[in-house]
T-cell receptor, first 110, second 112 residues
C-alpha cells in the first residue's frame, strides 16, 4: 500500500512564527507533490505544488522536497490566525493517481 | 480560475432513498473524482472517471455508482442510502494528475 504520512497534530504556533508541516511518502515513483489547505467544514484548496528537489516559494509559503529522503514539507512564514486549518499533503504515485495524507491540523495562536 | 460546483451543500435523506449528487466543472477537465471524507479516516476515493462514459472503482465503491454522460458532469448515486453513508462528499477534477486536483465545495449528506 503506497502511503503518504503526516502527523495529525495539532501543531500550535504563536502568531508571527514559522509553521513547519511535514510529510513522508513511501512510493519512490512519486513525481508530483501538493499541499492543500482545508478550513473546518470546507473543501481542500490547492495552495502549493512542487516537482523538483529543493525549495519553491510563493509568498509566505515555501514547499521543500527531498526525493532521496522521500520527504516533503511546507513552511508558513509570519503565521497568522487565518492560517489555522488542516493541511493535506498529496503525491502522485507510479500509477499517476493522487494519494492524500491524513492531514496536519495547524493552530496559530494570537 | 477552475470552477467545480456541486448540486447541494447540505442534504438530508432517509434510509433506503436513492440519492443523486451532481458535480459540474467548467474547465474542460477530462478527469473527475468522487471522495468521501470522514473524521479520522481522511479522504477516501469512491470512483473516478478519465473520460465520458468511462468509470473506474476507487478504494470504497460499495454502495455507490456513478454516471458520466457529459465531460463536464460527474454524478454519484447512492442506490439505497444507509446511515453509514452519512459523510462529506467531495468532487474533484483535473486536466492531469501532475497538476493536482481541484475540489468542489462539498456536500454534507446526512442519512437518517
Amino acid at each position: 500500500q503506497k502511503e503518504v504520512e503526516q502527523n495529525s497534530g495539532p501543531l500550535s504556533v504563536p502568531e508571527g512564527a514559522i509553521a513547519s508541516l511535514n510529510c513522508t511518502y513511501s512510493d519512490r515513483g512519486s513525481q508530483s507533490f501538493f499541499w492543500y489547505r482545508q478550513y473546518s467544514g470546507k473543501s481542500p484548496e490547492l495552495i502549493m505544488f512542487i516537482y523538483s528537489n529543493g525549495d519553491k516559494e510563493d509568498g509566505r509559503f515555501t514547499a521543500q522536497l527531498n526525493k532521496a529522503s522521500q520527504y516533503v514539507s511546507l513552511l508558513i512564514r509570519d503565521s497568522q490566525p487565518s492560517d489555522s486549518a488542516t493541511y493535506l499533503c498529496a503525491a502522485t504515485n507510479a500509477g499517476n493517481m493522487l494519494t492524500f495524507g491524513g492531514g496536519t491540523r495547524l493552530m496559530v495562536k494570537p | 480560475d477552475v470552477k467545480v460546483t456541486q448540486s447541494s451543500r447540505y442534504l438530508v435523506k432517509r434510509t433506503g432513498e436513492k440519492v443523486f449528487l451532481e458535480c459540474v466543472q467548467d474547465m474542460d477537465h477530462e478527469n473527475m473524482f468522487w471522495y468521501r471524507q470522514d473524521p479520522g479516516l481522511g479522504l477516501r476515493l469512491i470512483y473516478f472517471s478519465y473520460d465520458v462514459k468511462m468509470k473506474e472503482k476507487g478504494d470504497i465503491p460499495e454502495g455507490y455508482s456513478v454516471s458520466r454522460e457529459k465531460k463536464e458532469r460527474f454524478s454519484l448515486i447512492l442506490e439505497s442510502a444507509s446511515t453509514n453513508q452519512t459523510s462529506m462528499y467531495l468532487c474533484a477534477s483535473t486536466p492531469g494528475q501532475q497538476f493536482g486536483q481541484y475540489f468542489g465545495p462539498g456536500t454534507r449528506l446526512t442519512v437518517t
